[in-house]
């Protein structure tokens, strides 16, 4: 017998990861090949972005999918989010020249209050919810604060992007494919504060720290290159990661509903329940191990006094973002 379909909601579809990440989805590259998708798809109601879905839609109707069973485009939250499975909230706004960072959070705050309202009243009550548009952590708590219905175990930020570059880096510094790495957590928040944590991250099962001598460079370009790898795609091709960034969502969303590796974990920003001593309630990136039963962050995971500096200055800059969004009113 077939399976029933997966609602998936997608917002900003009409955007740039929205153009890679809803083929991925509607050719069943998530959820497996016999799993088809209904794709709910929100764009805000303007006329530019409204014709721009329009022209996805019609391209997503030309490929023909065999597990495409509807495409609902739409600018209402409560028809973009009913009956949901999985939410996928790609759609922010980003800084513009000016914008100050407080203004930046007031705006997208307003955004992601009211779509976790809209999760909250209309979603499917198994819904799960990743968060991708920046400054995605903090998003990701505003929304989580404004449906208190979902559980806080439903809600997660991407830092898979960051994960996989550092994979990559790490892969070709010791020569080999990015396949032969493993166990790499990114701490914190997906911004240039992030820690990828070298230390306990392995190569063909080996710790990175023997397969790599060189660990002046782990400590210092390895790290920064992952922080700064956003800032310099945007340099080289004039536009932000896109078809990484989608690829990332693909991966986040199978690590979370099909299970991590033994003996492996991912690394995704979840609501923290006070491990490692990061303060509860922020939306933070930890090692996560997964399974088709739900998610756990890893624990006993060694963390040195190297280590803990960064996990430290990650874990004030989001409580520094908490406490801005608190002030304008946004969470309690
Ligand atoms: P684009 O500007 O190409 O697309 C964004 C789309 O979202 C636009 O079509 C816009 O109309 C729509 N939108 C804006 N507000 C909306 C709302 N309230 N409801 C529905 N749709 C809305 O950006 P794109 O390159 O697709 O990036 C999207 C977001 O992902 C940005 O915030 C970006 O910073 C963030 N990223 C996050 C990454 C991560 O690892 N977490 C990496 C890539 C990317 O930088």
Redesign the pocket.
Known sequence: MSKSPITVSV??A?????YSLLFRIASGALFGPDQPVKLRL???P?EK?MN?LKGVCMELDDCAFPLLHSITPTSDLNEGFSGTNWAIL?????RKAGMERKDLLSINGK?FTGQGQAIARNAASDVRVLV???P?NTNCLIAMNSAPEVPSNRWFA??R??ENRAKSQLATKAGVLASSVSNLAIWGN?SATQYPDFFNARIDGKPATEVISDHDWLKGDFIKTVQQR?AAIIAARGL???AS?AN?ACDTVRSVSQGTANGDWTSVAVCSDGSYGIEKGLIFSFPVRTSAQGWEIVQGVPVNEFSQAKIKATEDELKEERAAVRELGLIK
């Open positions: 917002t900003g009409a955007g740039q990861i929205g929100i764009e805000i303007d972005a721009a790609v759609g922010s706004v980003p955004i991708v548009g920046n995605c991407m830092t992007l960051d997906h956003g932000s990661s896109a960034a990332a």
